[in-house]
Structures are given as structure tokens and as C-alpha cells.
């Protein structure tokens, strides 16, 4: 079982920045590829980006790429989202995802809301 919190999310204006973070439980969390994720009102949770259990490898959805960066400390159980020149299109609520197969994660956070504003 693996337990995920996510933190960071807040309201922000247009080409500003935030960085989210999730805490995971678990002592096998660096066996793991993590993922980010969001779900704007009324639509459906879209992958944001994805990292490799040892942080190698990092991929990401075309609406955020060059503007967002996945990175993870498997030390401290955590995994990050750096986000930078945000849009209010980014505006929605993130979850953090655990233990991805083709991008879909087997445990989820309870999500963190982010706002932009124009």
C-alpha cells in the first residue's frame, strides 16, 4: 500500500510559478515510476508528466512541455512539480500518481488545487 500527499497548489497569476510536491509513504517508493496528473472542471484527469523509479528517465504531456519539470528525492519519499510561465488553461485540481504502467498509476494522492489567473 502506498500512501500519497500532495501540497503546493494555491492561486497564481498568469506566467508566474509554484512548485508541488507529494510525500509518499512506503519503503519501496523507489521501486516506483511516479506520475502527475490533473483534472480541470468538467473534464476528464489528464497526465501531466511521469519520472522513472531512479529518476532517469522524465516525460511529459505536450501542453507542458519546456514549462513543467517532474523530479524526485527517493530519499525523502518525495516527488516534485515544478511549474513555471503558467497559463489559466493549467488551472485545475493535481494528484499525485504511484507505481505508473503506460501512464496510469495504480495509487493516487487526494489532490492539490491550483488557479491561475489571467
Not at 508566474?16 to 523507489?30: D, E, K, N, T, V
Not at 502527475?36 to 519520472?51: L, M, N
Not at 523509479?53 to 518525495?78: E, L, Q
Amino acid at each position: 500500500q502506498v500512501r500519497l500527499v500532495e501540497s503546493g497548489g494555491g492561486l497564481v497569476q498568469a506566467g508566474g510559478s509554484l512548485r508541488l510536491s507529494c510525500a509518499a509513504s512506503g519503503r519501496i517508493f523507489s521501486a516506483y515510476a511516479m506520475g502527475w496528473f490533473r483534472q480541470a472542471s468538467g473534464k476528464e484527469r489528464e497526465f501531466v508528466g511521469g519520472i522513472s523509479h531512479n529518476g532517469a528517465s522524465r516525460w511529459y504531456a505536450d501542453s507542458v512541455k519546456g514549462r513543467f519539470t517532474i523530479s524526485r528525492d527517493n530519499v525523502k519519499n518525495m516527488v516534485y512539480l515544478q511549474m513555471n510561465s503558467l497559463k489559466p488553461e493549467d488551472t485545475a485540481i493535481y494528484y499525485c500518481g504511484a507505481r505508473l504502467v503506460a501512464n496510469r498509476p495504480d495509487y493516487w494522492g487526494q489532490g492539490t488545487q491550483v488557479t491561475v489567473s489571467s
